[in-house]
Each structure stands twice: as C-alpha cells, then as structure tokens.
C-alpha cells in the first residue's frame, strides 16, 4: 500500500471521526432543546389549567356577591372570570393539541364549566329581574346544591388532568437529564479522546512523511559535499497543532450550549432566578449538612393581591412586579443564599449557615423595608406588599417537602392575622 494511500486513509478516519462526533452532539443539542420545550410547555399546562380553576371560582364568586347585595359591581369578576376561563380553555386547547387524552379530558372539562356558567347565568338572570318570585327562584337554584355538585367534578377533571400532566412533567425532566448527562459524557472525552487521535497521527505522519523526506533531504546534502550518510533528522508538529486548536475551540462551543440549556432549565424565564425544579434535591442536600449551630432557614414569600393588582393593572404590569420583587428579594438576601420562583406570586428563599433566628429575622426587615418604597411599573406607583413564613431544619422538620409546607403554614398565618408580615413556624399552627 502506497504512502499516499496510507496518509489518505488515516485522515479521512480522523475527519470521519470527528465528523461523526460533531453530528451526535449536534443531535442531541436539538434533542435536549426539544425536550427543554416539552418541560416548558408542560409546566406551562399545568399553571394554565391551575389558573382555570381559578377563573372559575372568580365568576362563581362574583356571581353569590351579585346574589346577595345586588350590587353590580360584583358583575365584574363574574364577567372576567367567564372571559379569562374561555381563554384559558383555548390556550390549553392549542397547546395539547397533539395528544388525544388530554383533548379528551379538556372536552369534558369544557363541558363542566360551560354547564356551571349557564347555572350563574341563569341565576343572575333571575336576580336582574328584580322580583320575589324571581329572586327566591334564583336561590333555590343556588340551594339545590347542582352547582356545588358541577364544581366538585371540575376540581376532580382538573385534578386528574393536572396528575396526567405531573406524571408527564417527572418523565421529561428525566429525558432532559439524561440528554444533558450523555452530553456531558461525550464532551469529557471529546479532549482525551482527540489528544489520543493527534498524538498517534503525528507519529505516524512524522515516521512515515516528515522523518524520511528530512533524512532523504540531508543525506542529499552529505553527498553532494562527499560525506557519509546518517539517520539523524528532526520533526515538526504544526498541522496537529492547528487541528488541536479547532478541536479546542469546537469544545468550547458544545460546553457553551449545554451551559446555556441548564441554565433555562433550572431558571425562571421570567424574573431570572431559580425555577423549583432543582429545589426539593437542593434543598435536601443542605439539611444534610445543617447542625444546631448551622441551621437552613425555608422562607417563603408572597405578593399580598397579586391577582387583584394583575387584574386590575392587566399581565405586562403583572409582570413587571413579579421581576422588580425578584430583585428586591434578591437584594435583601446573602450571596450564598438560595432565591427560588416558586410558581404564581411566591417565592422561596432557602438561607444557609443559620446559627440565631435573629439572623433570619434581620434578613426579612430588610426585605420588608425594600417594600416600603412603592413600585413604580408603566409610571404608575403602586403599593407592594408581602406576607411572609418561616420554617427552620432542624428544628421543625428535617424533611424538604414538610419544610415548605410549614413554612407556607407560617405564611398563610401572617397573611390572615392583621398587621403581622411575618411569622415563624409553630407546630400549632396546623390547628
């Protein structure tokens, strides 16, 4: 076999070789994006059918106001409550548009909430009539208890659908961990891998090529001046070198993307901090470290009538005061402190090396003095405020999930007891 072909042929193998590496990678970026997408989209079906509910709720709420005072003011949220639940319906619709289960359980759904407005309608109808007959007609239906009977199935479909979509939701993110580990694989060997490559190429190239050309070329010279011939001759490696560096800065690139995909992974797209995707392990990982002298403090925190402020001041200014809360939030707390985007208007904050609770309680009175200065959102200044719950490891709990669920507990209570922002964890507030 000629030297030629030789050269050709070790090559084409390593270009082949690097072609193909390149191709996988390339293949599973799309796929980790696809599957980013699909977590996207799920959360984002959840939160939408969670807000159905909601919209649901607020026209049946309006719509007893209505009853009771017949005061047409509560016509509002019943009117909004309809609008924003036929949105949401098609909104859900398109985005479960390509699995037939959930169409089918979307259709049922639809049927429920479309049978629960024309039971409000038909009472607000009665009640517009303004007459005994009419309105003892109207609380009869209201009393025969058929729309408490359409709303327990509604929470039951939505339930249901929510589970189905959780269940999806837990297998996505193990898609998308698993494309993210196989990534991170290939990338690790990528560099040993073509150092490896190189080096046998160079020596190769160098035996076969550069060393014989060099000894043919000094030996020529030793001739034409009559002196005896010898082996001695030198080697260079630049073109390896250049492959190297292309090599290299291919690397750079890949660990750039799977960087990138991590991040939009584990972050809100919206106020930039952490998504609650990573919180349950993460914060399992610090009570495991935690010790009596160094406490993990769970806050959580929430937007006092976010959803009256969005309603009223409409989703972009909505926004708005959910990303200037991020910040503020973030401004208040340690560099080693942990912020997470819960969902909706609540935040958590997981607080490490917590030796005193006045540490903590130093912590949320500057949090709560941020929100004394009034937002200023579209120029409009508007009144911000939060209620706040604290639950503490080891002392409450040494369970993740039971750690939030005290510290949202603690919340609540600071939000139904008037003037209070905050409170701590008490094993009697469960009462």
Known sequence: MSLKL???LLLSSLFLVLLLNTSIVFYLDQEGRSKLNAVTRTHLIIDESELLYNDVISAETGQRGYLLTHDASYLAPYYSGIKESQSRLSELNSLTVNNKKQQQQLSDIRLLVDQKFTELALTIELAQQNTDASIKKAI???????GKIIMDQISEKISTFQDDERQRLDIERKEFRHNRKVITFIVSIQIPLFILLSVLCAVYIRNKLFKPLNLLITNTEKLERGEKPDTTHYTAHDEIGHLLKRFYRMSKIIHKKTAKLTFQANHDH???????????SQLIDAINLCTEDSKVAVIFIDINKFKELNDHYGHAVGDDILKETAKRISSSTRADD?????????FI??????????YVEAMIAHLIAQ?????????QRIEVSLS???SIAPDHSCDALQLIKNADTAMYKAKTTANKTYFFYQSNDEN
């Open 6 to 8: 030789k050269l050709t």
């Open 140 to 146: 009869s239906v209201v009393q025969s208890d058929q």
């Open 270 to 280: 919206l106020t930039g901090l952490l998504n609650r995707t990573e919180l349950e």
């Open 338 to 346: 942990d912020i997470y985007r819960y969902g909706g208007d609540e």
């Open 349 to 358: 904050v997981i607080m490490h090396n917590t030796a005193k609770t006045s």
């Open 371 to 379: 929100f004394k200065r009034p937002f200023e959102v579209a120029n």
């Open 388 to 390: 706040i719950g604290v």
